[in-house]
């Protein structure tokens, strides 16, 4: 399999978990961490359902995926991501050592991957992942827009 498609497939299962928190009335961003093309953990924002500001999608997956394979460093994982990294969950990344990270939707208001401010060239970090953007953008727009059309109607 293409490197390309490999990005692809692991995108829709993020965007699979973005549309069921539409089902639990969250924010739709779906998250899914690799290693060894295998998912460890998959999960969606869940800040409305454990009323903690911290449960986006991908903190939850780290979480799990720590807690999986029984390490807090998740050395040799790729996180999918539908929608680009806030500061915090970049700080996440950093933390756990991920080693890259393939996101859908840019994020103009709060993205830290390119779109408001790229962290991955500041030199305060002991670790920078890799940063790939845009994978199936616009079906993780399409499915954030839409959430957000319909809460305004």
């Not at 040799?76 to 500061?87: D, K, N, Q």
């Not at 991957?113 to 670790?127: A, I, P, Q, V, W």
Request: proline share 3%; net charge positive; aromatic share 6%.
């Amino acid at each position: 399999m293409l490197h390309a498609e490999k990005h692809i497939n692991w995108m829709r299962i993020a965007l699979n978990q973005a549309n069921l928190s539409i089902l639990k009335g969250e924010i739709p961003v779906g998250a899914v961490l690799v290693k060894n093309d295998k998912a460890i953990a998959v999960s969606h924002n869940l800040t409305l359902n454990n009323i903690d500001p911290t449960s986006h999608a991908e903190i939850n997956v780290i979480r799990l995926a720590s807690r999986e394979i029984g390490n807090h460093r998740l050395n040799e994982c790729t996180l999918y991501v539908t929608l680009e990294p806030c500061a915090m969950c970049y700080g996440a990344i950093v933390q756990s050592r991920i080693e890259r990270v393939v996101f859908g939707a840019y994020d103009s208001k709060t993205g830290m991957c390119g779109s408001c401010y790229e962290l991955s060239r500041t030199k305060c970090f002991n670790h920078v992942p890799k940063i790939i953007g845009g994978v199936l953008e616009h079906e993780c727009s399409v499915v954030l827009q839409n959430f957000f059309k319909k809460k305004r109607d």
